[in-house]
């Protein structure tokens, strides 16, 4: 099970031109809004990287406005895990349990799960929080994330996990989150 001390949580990628392109963008774009808000009430360390922003462009504002005391982390590899300024910051944080969040499914998440999953780590892709530009491609990526291991969760099903119980001030915070 998630704990809140066992847990980071990987945004990649949500950027520019890219991220309004993908299927179902507004229902994408409102759940990473809402689970970035989750993790900052948790007090979950958040890990975000940027595929080539000289390129791409930089994450969507909705997001990055949400973190304004964390850096972004640039990428040219479709693997995070392949960036050694990632896995740096990723092996300083001593947490096992791994939330795949952003785009797309079938490229630079998947190709991080199945990294993540091989050094040992619990990898969740975080079904309402990842996206590809097809339906179909967003279904393979988390389909071949199942068989390797990995599992399939969502926002709700995170936090009620992470908090265990009906009570104190975080919870109140989150369920005026997701209501």
């Known amino acids: 099970m998630l704990t809140i001390d066992n847990t980071v949580l990987l945004l990649i990628d949500v950027q520019?031109?890219?991220?309004?392109?993908?299927?179902?963008?507004?229902k994408l774009f409102a759940s990473l809004e809402t689970i970035i808000q989750a993790m900052k009430i948790l007090d979950i360390p958040v890990i975000w990287m940027e595929q080539v922003p000289e390129s791409i462009g930089n994450t969507i504002p909705q997001l990055a406005e949400l973190l304004?005391?964390?850096?972004?982390?640039?990428?040219?590899?479709f693997?995070?895990?392949?960036?050694?300024?990632?896995?740096?910051?990723f092996d300083s944080l001593g947490r096992g349990k791994v939330l795949l969040t952003g785009i797309e499914t079938h490229i630079c998440i998947y190709q991080?799960?199945?990294?993540?999953?091989?050094?040992g780590y619990d990898v969740q892709i975080v079904a309402d929080c990842v996206s590809s530009?097809?339906?179909?491609?967003?279904a393979i990526g988390m389909d071949r994330i199942k068989q390797a291991g990995g599992s399939v969760t969502s926002n709700e099903m995170i936090f009620f996990e992470l908090m265990k119980?009906?009570?104190?001030?975080?919870?109140?915070?989150?369920i005026k989150l997701i209501k």
Request: with cysteine.
């Open 68 to 77: 304004p005391d964390i850096k972004p982390i640039a990428k040219n590899t």
């Open 165 to 174: 119980a009906a009570k104190g001030n975080k919870f109140k915070q989150i």
């Open 16 to 26: 520019g031109k890219l991220a309004e392109i993908m299927y179902d963008k507004d």
């Open 112 to 119: 991080t799960g199945i990294d993540l999953i091989k050094a």
């Open 133 to 138: 530009r097809t339906k179909e491609n967003k």
């Open 79 to 89: 693997s995070c895990c392949s960036n050694q300024e990632f896995m740096d910051k």
